[in-house]
T-cell receptor, first 111, second 115 residues
Framework: GESVGLHLPTLSVQEGDNSIINCAYS??????FIWYKQESGKGPQFIID?????DKRQGQRVTVLLNKTVKHLSLQIAATQPGDSAVYFC??????????FGTGTSLTVIP | DTEVTQTPKHLVMGMTNKKSLKCEQH?????MYWYKQKAKKPPELMFV???????INESVPSRFSPECPNSSLLNLHLHALQPEDSALYLC??????????????FGEGSWLTVV
């Protein structure tokens, strides 16, 4: 399943399928990006980051892709599990220590 | 588990009350942040402290007053709040305020209700 971020803030996928969550960032000067997972009632949890000199970075079951030309980030989650159900935010580092968050996408995994 | 600790987890206060939110980290981080998050919305940056000095204030109303007593502690003093200030207040920290290597780690937040 795939979201288009601002236009589709919810995403439902079957357990075991791959998920793709998209994010459009606002400033071409941003050079560092982070994906966060936020479960209900909790603070945002770091998932993976990427710097602007890279276009892809992989973690455990997650991959982040960065397209600077169109100012677009995506988070791919392989073999999605019920524990992946949460809201996912991308954050861009505009300068020094200013981070701004995207709208967020709510992911629901259907067992 | 997060290494950024926030207290209290829940706070209910009247519009004439004075209260404080507290945040503590022991990771040796030198930048600390306050964010505000309304339901179903992304966190919004309020304040940033770098090396215990206020470096960013995102035009936050003066009824919110931040304080950084030392490199491990961050407070948010609240006075004469409005019901629309009810939200989740998130504290975060990062190793350095320098650009590009600046992963920020969040606490679990303090849920504030203004009545």
């Amino acid at each position: 399943g795939e979201s288009v971020g601002l236009h589709l803030p919810t995403l439902s996928v079957q357990e075991g399928d791959n998920s793709i969550i998209n994010c459009a960032y606002s400033n071409s000067a941003s050079d560092y990006f982070i994906w966060y997972k936020q479960e209900s009632g909790k603070g945002p949890q770091f998932i993976i980051d990427i710097r602007s000199n890279m276009d892809k970075r992989q973690g455990q079951r997650v991959t982040v892709l960065l397209n600077k030309t169109v100012k677009h980030l995506s988070l791919q989650i392989a073999a999605t599990q019920p524990g992946d159900s949460a809201v996912y935010f991308c954050a861009e580092n505009l300068s020094g220590n200013q981070f701004y968050f995207g709208t967020g996408t709510s992911l629901t995994v259907i067992p | 588990d997060t290494e950024v600790t926030q207290t209290p987890k829940h706070l209910v206060m009247g519009m004439t009350n004075k209260k404080s939110l507290k945040c503590e980290q022991h990771m040796g981080h030198r930048a600390m942040y306050w964010y505000k998050q309304k339901a179903k919305k992304p966190p919004e940056l309020m304040f940033v402290y770098s090396y215990e000095k206020l470096s960013i204030n995102e035009s936050v109303p003066s009824r919110f007053s931040p304080e950084c007593p030392n490199s491990s502690l961050l407070n948010l003093h609240l006075h004469a709040l409005q019901p629309e200030d009810s939200a989740l207040y998130l504290c975060a920290s990062s190793q350095t305020p320098r650009r590009g290597i600046n992963t920020i780690y969040f606490g679990e937040g303090s849920w504030l209700t203004v009545v």
